[in-house]
Nanobody, 127 residues
């Protein structure tokens, strides 16, 4: 059974940092691409970052570029999202998702390109 489990969310002041983890099981981790997405109340789910596990290619939404860093630990079947310089507008539920067929460049942050999703973890940034 494919499972993705996010952790690491919480409440932090503006300017602070959090590191989210996405632990994967039930599939060949290093052949997949993993995306991070977020959804704030009343808003659509938006893509935040992408990583191709096999070759380490990464991609970021403009809104988080320079502040967020995605990485993977293949030995632990885990993808991380290090979030620095957090802003109140980063408040959302964060999800990781895995895609067996790597999305094309223009689809890195398109939710519909991903096959499996975690349950999400809440990130709240206070001003």
């Amino acid at each position: 059974e494919v499972q993705l489990v996010e952790s690491g969310g919480g409440l932090v002041q503006a300017g602070g940092s959090l590191r989210l983890s996405c632990a994967a099981s039930g599939f060949t981790f290093d052949s997949y691409a993993v995306g991070w997405f977020r959804q704030a109340p009343g808003k659509e789910r938006e893509g935040v970052s992408y990583i191709a596990i096999s070759d380490g290619i990464t991609y970021y939404a403009d809104s988080v570029k320079g502040r967020f860093t995605v990485s993977s630990d293949n030995a632990k079947n885990t993808v991380y999202l290090q979030m620095n310089g957090l802003k109140p507008e980063d408040t959302a539920v964060y999800y990781c998702a895995a895609a067996q067929k790597h999305p094309g460049t223009s689809d890195y942050l398109v939710p519909g390109r991903y096959d499996y999703w975690g349950q999400g973890t809440q990130v709240t940034v206070s001003s």
